[in-house]
């Protein structure tokens, strides 16, 4: 299905407004082209030499005034709905892109910077908000008024009709011409303004890291370069625009007044016909009146342009396949994890895990250690199906991970990552996720279960006080303990610990260790580290290399085996003690 046509299917979701701003402005167009009649009724019909007949004439004029004050209110509510039309199809736009963003794999994100997403939801749907308010009003408004003043035309003179009709074909051969230069700089411009809010949004977040470098200006010359293309294209659109909109229509319009100027004067001349004064002044504001209409269709296939191309980029977004979230529950599970000869790659045929063989039964830590690279991340990756095994399956307590829908299984999943995500909002909030099953109580009694009232108690609001955006005001140990705590009070089947120690001091450290040791009983826990001391007590350690599990068993059969893990555990002794 075409954008356009997409677009008139998101109108009719909303089509009471917009069909009765369309009334509005139908009954507001005619009741603007009446005025020349009249008019040329009074000059035509009452006004005679040495005598003006008043009466008649104030009540013609009464009319006028009566038309405009009505044309007036009629534009004023066909704007109204036409706003409220439009207004409620960009709700409903970004609504339905906002909810399907959140089905979308993250693969579909590793692809493409927050920055250009943002610029769909927002943006080009604003854009399209400009489709439905000022193209389609300017559209309805100049089509109707060009049909108004053609039927008028016609009444009038229909062989100067006939003349003014070669002004349509003109019209729409330009537009088709215009569409095809338009479009392509559209493109490349909306594209840019994404790649603009991409670049802003990676350096706001990566800010410490360009200061720290010293690379502001290398960042500036970067933006610039985008900033550039942009302008350049957005020059050649304003030189496409700017030689075709006025000066087509004021071509046409000195045009067709020399070819008016020269009909009605040979007319006269010959004496074949004669022409009212009342029929010329018609003839002349009509003429007026159809190419005000035909200037506002020409400037609008630029806004035309900008929103059909901007739904396009929001239609690409809503047409990559996502997956339905699901509402299905099910009951806690024990959580007894088994890898069968997994495999699996991020790309093609280059594989990061291969044919993995490994159990993890509840209540037991399993560690995952290994150089980086070597596949602990992903492991985490599959079984929380951020991504699905290329070959192989895993099964948890005897369930193929795969035949359950993903929002089912980690339902009774729990994660602490290594750099922990904080929304704005609260503490509390942060650890609840505003999910109502989890109350303050729940939220207190994770927050003390992690030791996180003895970093967190000095704060003025307690649980209350206020998070920033990825809770820059507060140390890396608290925004470390809040996240564990989040996972806590979910009370997961399955932990994972994602680097969950290596950005903490050790005195927080300490803490969590402390947790841990109560928190574990009845849970499977997954630990990636590379502090190999806190994985001494693990029931598991998987060493891991270029994807394969080379070793595994406790930490002190480990070292007794005097292989990868005994080396890198003597290289981090040594380490430490320098």
């Excluded at 009741?31 to 040495?50: Q, R, S």
């Excluded at 599970?333 to 509840?362: I, M, P, Q, T």
């Excluded at 922990?420 to 609260?426: A, K, M, Q």
Aim: a neutral charge.
């Amino acid at each position: 299905m075409s954008t356009s046509k997409r677009l008139t299917k998101y109108a009719m979701y909303f089509k009471r407004p917009i069909f009765l701003g369309l009334f509005f402005l139908t009954v507001a167009v005619f009741t603007e082209l009446a005025g020349p009649f009249i008019a040329k009724h009074i000059i035509d019909e009452y006004m005679v030499i040495g005598k003006i007949e008043i009466k008649p004439i104030a009540w013609l004029l009464c009319l006028f005034l009566i038309l405009a004050i009505a044309t007036a209110i009629l534009r004023y509510f066909m704007y109204i709905y036409l706003q409220v039309g439009a207004n409620r199809v960009v709700q409903k736009l970004r609504q339905d892109v906002f909810a399907h963003i959140q089905t979308l794999p993250i693969q579909y994100f590793d692809h493409l910077p927050a920055g250009k997403v943002v610029a769909r939801v927002t943006n080009d749907t604003e854009a399209l908000r400009n489709l439905y308010v000022q193209v389609l009003a300017n559209f309805a408004t100049s089509f109707i008024s060009i049909a108004g003043v053609y039927i008028a035309l016609f009444i009038l003179n229909w062989k100067m009709a006939m003349i003014a009709l070669v002004m349509i074909p003109i019209v729409y051969l330009w537009m088709i011409v215009y569409r095809k230069f338009a479009a392509q700089y559209n493109q490349v411009i909306r594209t840019k303004i994404a790649d603009l809010n991409a670049m802003i949004n990676e350096s706001i977040q990566g800010m410490t890291i360009i200061q720290a470098f010293r690379r502001e200006k290398q960042m500036t010359k970067e933006f610039d370069e985008m900033n550039e293309t942009h302008y350049a294209y957005g020059r050649k659109l304003l030189f496409l625009d700017s030689a075709t909109s006025f000066n087509l229509v004021n071509t046409l319009r000195l045009i067709m007044f020399t070819i008016f100027i020269i009909y009605f004067g040979t007319q006269s001349l010959n004496a074949v016909e004669i022409v009212s004064a009342g029929t010329l002044y018609a003839f002349v504001d009509y003429l007026t009146k159809l190419f005000n209409p035909i200037t506002n269709v020409v400037n609008q296939f630029s806004q035309l342009e900008r929103s059909l191309v901007a739904g396009k980029r929001v239609f690409e977004v809503l047409d990559t396949p996502g997956e339905k979230v699901s509402e299905e529950t099910m009951p806690r599970y024990e959580g007894n994890v088994e890898f069968e000869d997994v495999s699996f790659a991020y790309k093609d045929d280059e594989y990061v895990l291969k044919h993995l063989f490994f159990k993890a039964n509840r209540g037991e830590t399993v560690a995952l250690v290994g150089h980086t690279g070597s596949g602990k991340s992903s492991i985490m990756n599959l079984l929380f199906r951020f991504y699905d095994p290329s070959k192989g399956k895993i099964y948890i307590d005897g369930v193929d991970i795969t035949s359950v829908p993903r929002q089912t299984m980690r339902q009774h999943m729990g994660i602490v990552l290594q750099d922990p995500y904080l929304f704005t909002g609260t503490i509390a909030s942060n650890v609840s996720l505003n999910d109502p099953k989890i109350t303050r109580e729940k939220v207190e009694e994770s927050l003390r279960a992690v030791g996180a009232d003895r970093v967190l108690g000095h704060l003025e609001k307690g649980i209350d006080e206020p998070v920033v955006e990825k809770g820059s005001t507060l140390s890396s140990g608290q925004r470390q303990l809040i996240s564990f705590a989040r996972a806590l009070a979910f009370d997961p089947a399955i932990l994972i610990l994602d680097e969950a120690t290596s950005n903490i001091d050790t005195e927080t450290e300490e803490i969590i260790q402390h947790a841990m040791d109560v928190l574990k009983k009845g849970r499977t826990t997954f630990i990636i580290a590379h502090r190999l001391s806190t994985i001494k007590n693990a029931d598991r350690i998987l060493v891991l290399d270029r994807g394969v599990i080379k070793e595994q068993g406790t930490h002190d059969e480990l070292l007794a085996q005097g292989g990868i893990y005994e080396q890198m555990y003597q290289m981090q002794a040594k380490s430490l003690s320098v």
